[in-house]
């Protein structure tokens, strides 16, 4: 009978034992859930421009020069209001990289970055081209007209205008598809395409003259046309003939 008792005893502590445990089980808490995967990095702003300037305030470190809103009260610099914003571009590249030559422009242009370049090259190209206000040999212009006509006209439209269209509608497959059509001759080394891009009519004249003069003295490389251009206009008489050709371009006021 003592047996039986003991065994019951047992027998009722571990069902005790075991609930107990159930319920020390349900009331543990329970395991953190496992953490959310972590969202992906925002995607880094655009780098802003080195300088943070507008594209006036850009322009307007050119206005010791090239004067307010691009427009060269200097005879020896050049406007820049109406420059073609692919030229601009370009020539800013090539002063910086040295394959263009230039006597200041090189350092000048080694401090802007491609954006700034860019910004700039918008603003001048929007701007408008005012021609100088120069002295000219009144005598000269009519011949220096048909010395245009005869041997430029035909990479400088309109008497060597501005022409805001020209790069957009010309493309240097397009210019050699034409010539082609009509057999002329097109060099492939010549600047295809941007030719019309420069401003001769109502260009500083000192500015045009020692540009003339850089490619003549081979500082800067003159297109195989143009080189023919200037032969002809200097077959007779190099002085005279380049002083009416310019007469003509400062006559357009």
Not at 32 to 56: F, H, I, K, T
Not at 95 to 109: E, L, V, W
Request: hydrophobic residues 40%; negative net charge; contains cysteine.
């Amino acid at each position: 009978m003592a047996n039986t008792s003991k065994k019951l005893a047992l027998l009722v502590g571990g069902i005790v034992l075991g609930l107990g445990s159930i319920a020390q089980a349900a009331d543990a808490p329970k395991p953190a859930a496992a953490p959310a995967p972590a969202a992906a990095p925002a995607a880094a702003p655009a780098a802003p421009l080195v300088s943070g300037a507008s594209a006036e305030a850009l322009a307007n470190t050119c206005a010791g020069c090239h004067g307010t809103g691009g427009v060269s009260a200097g005879p020896a610099s050049p406007t820049l209001a109406g420059t073609n914003a692919e030229y601009f571009n370009d020539i800013m590249k090539r002063y910086a990289d040295g394959s263009a030559y230039s006597t200041i422009m090189g350092r000048i242009a080694k401090g802007f970055t491609t954006e700034e370049i860019a910004l700039m090259a918008d603003y001048f190209a929007k701007a408008p081209f005012s021609p100088a206000k120069q002295k000219f040999d009144t005598a000269m212009v009519k011949e220096g007209g048909k010395l245009h006509d005869k041997n430029c006209e035909k990479c400088h439209s309109e008497g060597g205008k501005v022409l805001a269209a020209a790069p957009a509608d010309k493309k240097p497959a397009d210019k050699k598809e034409k010539a082609a059509k009509k057999g002329d001759d097109e060099d492939e080394d010549d600047e295809e395409a941007g030719d019309e891009w420069h401003i001769l009519a109502g260009q500083w004249t000192p500015y045009l003259r020692y540009t003339l003069e850089d490619y003549v003295a081979e500082r800067r490389e003159m297109p195989k046309k143009m080189k023919k251009a200037i032969e002809k206009v200097t077959a007779k008489d190099a002085d005279t003939g380049l002083a009416a050709l310019l007469a003509y371009y400062a006559s357009q006021q």
